[in-house]
T-cell receptor, first 114, second 115 residues
């Protein structure tokens, strides 16, 4: 089955700096890669996603890049703010017809220091 | 706005008890999922369902079963709870791929303690 590795497990940055979280996956059939943010005590929520036919996607201060050949994808957060502090999960998903199976990484706890 | 609800936020059970965790979504989603979340292990898929009465094993199905009698409801069953099933359980749902959206929407979670 699919295996998703995520690094680092914890990350501390100064407010205003950039943060990068990296993930690798094993199954070349995975075709959808979402990123979820989970604030303390809350449910995970999607912040950005990318499909396998796209190399990069941006949404304001966050961006995701995908390298299908190397089977890795990364989340980039620029100009970090204290409200970016949370646990971030990457995931790799196989979608065919109405069938979706998602494998998550182990999470990265991001701390933005004011 | 998509809403996924879970029957309990906190639950305390004794070893050997049968435990039911229920999840309801109100957006007519085809796919529903059960995960457990443990520190350092992320979200691990227990079971998922892509249609009523259909179920598929995830990565860690041992000790669990599921039921999906209605499209909006997906139940996770611990037949005989054990202490190693103490965890946070998260339910999620997503539309069909035909909708062009695969975002998973999560419930608030149930923190289960098995004594």
């Amino acid at each position: 089955g699919e295996n998703v590795e995520q690094h680092p497990s914890t990350l501390s940055v100064q407010e205003g700096d950039s943060a990068v979280i990296k993930c690798t996956y094993s199954d070349s059939a995975s075709n959808y890669f979402p990123w979820y943010k989970q604030e303390l005590g809350k449910r995970p929520q999607l912040i950005i996603d990318i499909r396998s036919n796209v190399g990069e996607k941006k949404d304001q201060r966050i961006a995701v890049t995908l390298n299908k050949t190397a089977k890795h994808f990364s989340l980039h957060i620029t100009e970090t703010q204290p409200e970016d502090s949370a646990v971030y999960f990457c995931a790799a998903s196989i979608i065919t017809g109405g069938y979706q199976k998602v494998t998550f990484g182990t999470g990265t706890k991001l701390q933005v220091i004011p | 706005d998509v809403k996924v609800t879970q029957s309990s936020r906190y639950l305390v059970k004794r070893t050997g008890e049968k435990v039911f965790l229920e999840c309801v979504q109100d957006m007519d989603h085809e796919n529903m999922f059960w995960y457990r979340q443990d520190p350092g292990l992320g979200l691990r898929l227990i079971y998922f369902s892509y249609d009523v009465k259909m179920k598929e094993k995830g990565d860690i199905p041992e000790g669990y079963s599921v039921s999906r009698e209605k499209k909006e409801r997906f139940s996770l069953i611990l037949e005989s709870a054990s202490t190693n099933q103490t965890s946070m359980y998260l339910c999620a749902s997503s539309p069909t791929r035909a909708s062009g959206q695969e975002t998973q929407y999560f419930g608030p979670g149930t923190r289960l303690l098995v004594l």
